[in-house]
T-cell receptor, first 112, second 112 residues
């Protein structure tokens, strides 16, 4: 089946690193994504990783993929109050075109 | 290059009326996706369209909901005879290829 799971909440202090975790079930995933959603806004694509990669780094963001365990994580270095948002993990599977399955989102609270 | 545009941003309908949500993809994007987000939940895939074709509508309710992406003009998500349970945020995303999706700001539908 198709399912993406995330923890619902994460609270960190400003300046610390945040790690948001996600697990997925479909082994035919081709791409895995992290999106950010601020209140009242749409989703902003932060980064994505091909399923044959282990890691991708982009400035303060590091994505780690453990394909064996179907586990994806997003690390945000030097977390700022502006990073407070909901972070969605998503996987794309090839099913007559790419179909994207989203997790329920992790609410990140950054304390000053 | 303007981003994905959706209008209206907010839509209020009485039960039994029709709701028409419009999505203009980014220039050069030929793939359009519609998602529904209920309060405190993640996005649920509804339908994936390319110009004049529905590629995957596995997430669309069987009745009252329809979507189109004509050769000219925006993609339209149409909900007939709305009910209170249709109240949600509806997001459109567009893509130049099947895997990268760029989201619009959403239309928040309230059914009274």
């Amino acid at each position: 089946g198709e399912d993406v799971e995330q923890s619902l909440f994460l609270s960190v202090r400003e300046g610390d690193s945040s790690v948001i975790n996600c697990t997925y079930t479909d082994s035919s995933s081709t791409y895995l994504y992290w999106y950010k959603q601020e209140p009242g806004a749409g989703l902003q694509l932060l980064t994505y990783i091909f399923s044959n990669m282990d890691m991708k780094q982009d400035q303060r963001l590091t994505v780690l993929l453990n394909k064996k365990d179907k586990h994806l994580s997003l690390r945000i270095a030097d977390t700022q109050t502006g990073d407070s948002a909901i972070y969605f993990c998503a996987e794309s599977i090839l099913a007559g075109g790419f179909k994207t399955i989203f997790g329920a989102g992790t609410r990140l609270f950054v304390k000053a | 290059n303007a981003g994905v545009m959706q209008n209206p941003r907010h839509l209020v309908r009485r039960r039994g009326q029709e709701a028409r949500l419009r999505c203009s993809p980014m220039k050069g994007h030929s793939h359009v996706y519609w998602y529904r987000q209920l309060p405190e939940e993640g996005l649920k895939f509804m339908v994936y369209l390319q110009k004049e074709n529905i590629i995957d509508e596995s997430g669309m309710p069987k009745e009252r909901f329809s979507a189109e992406f004509p050769k000219e003009g925006p993609s339209i998500l149409r909900i007939q005879q709305v009910v209170r349970g249709d109240s949600a945020a509806y997001f459109c995303a567009s893509s130049p290829r099947a895997q990268e999706q760029y989201f619009g700001p959403g239309t928040r539908l309230t059914v009274t």
